[in-house]
């Protein structure tokens, strides 16, 4: 692989699931790269993923992470801890980007640096994390839910899709708030009688309860869940390619044609930071695409 100062074929900015399997794939390509890990991938707050291809039982995030790097290395490469302070486009089509003193020359762009998920203001929300109690993906392991006592937490009703997606697997669903009242709509209303989602209209406050997490209710009366999904949303990491002019939807996610390659020119994105379904096996199909489009762009 090309070393920090010499000119590179490609720069993938984040080293996930996304980032990383465009690594292999570049790598298989005999293309000349370099892979920057900012050490935040989501990965590692998966404690269990059931629905990711090829996994009997299941596989937790940072050991598919640790599978993913042992994969990269065995074609000679390195994944660089760095976080990318700026990206700028040169006058030749291709891009300039910052790390720290790094200084890297690419002719293309990857943007694997995904999003980060906002959670609850509780005590050890790493540990209820880790533990499973708190959960942000209902997609992923709303099948491990199934019939528990399941309550989903937004702001105001912001968590209402949530608990009706989750009604399908439990019949325990309660749809709590943290910062203001839930005040759906009349269509909203009769959507929510008609799955039997039970509402606390008023604010609550979390807290770690033995294996459960406890919401304090408004009235000062305390209730216990197996499991809380937080419908917080997410903040996106496209600011660098929002600079550079491409396009994003309205939440900040970027948008793609047909081989990940957003409105810039040479500037690719795959993972979770590209709008539609945050999945790992979506994030990895999407980086599969990337690379090869960044392989054939190069060819011409």
Avoid: W
Avoid at 181 to 199: H, K, L, N
């Amino acid at each position: 692989m090309a070393g920090m100062d010499a000119p590179l074929d490609c720069v993938i900015v984040g080293a996930g699931a996304a980032g990383l399997t465009a690594a292999t794939y570049l790598a298989r390509f005999r293309r000349r790269f370099v892979i920057l890990d900012g050490g935040t991938s989501r990965l590692l707050l998966v404690p269990t993923s059931h629905n990711t291809p090829g996994y009997v039982g299941g596989v937790h995030g940072a050991d598919l992470l640790s599978r993913l790097r042992a994969q990269v290395a065995e074609y000679g490469v390195s994944v660089t801890p760095g976080t990318v302070d700026a990206l700028d486009r040169l006058p030749d089509g291709g891009f300039h980007a910052s790390a720290g003193e790094a200084r890297l020359l690419g002719a293309s762009v990857i943007m694997a640096t995904g999003v980060v998920d906002v959670a609850p203001e509780i005590p050890e929300v790493k540990e209820a994390l880790a533990a499973g109690l708190l959960r942000f993906c209902p997609i992923c392991d709303g099948f491990e839910a199934s019939g528990r006592k399941v309550a989903v937490v937004g702001r105001g009703k912001g968590g209402l899709g949530e608990a009706l997606f989750m009604r399908h697997y439990t019949p325990q669903v309660t749809l709590l708030s943290i910062r203001g009242t839930i005040e759906p709509d009349d269509e909203e209303s009769e959507r929510i009688v008609r799955a039997g989602v039970r509402v606390v209209r008023e604010p609550v406050t979390l807290s770690r309860l033995g294996d459960g997490l406890r919401a304090r209710l408004y009235d000062g009366s305390e209730e216990r869940f197996d499991v809380v999904y937080a419908a917080l949303g997410t903040i996106v990491n496209s600011g660098l390619a929002q600079r550079l002019g491409a396009r994003v939807t309205e939440a900040g996610c970027l948008l793609v044609d047909a081989h990940q390659q957003t409105s810039v020119e040479g500037l690719y994105a795959a993972g979770d930071i590209v709008a539609g379904l945050n999945q790992i096996a979506v994030a990895m199909g999407q980086a599969a695409v990337a690379a090869t489009a960044v392989h054939n762009r190069l060819r011409r």
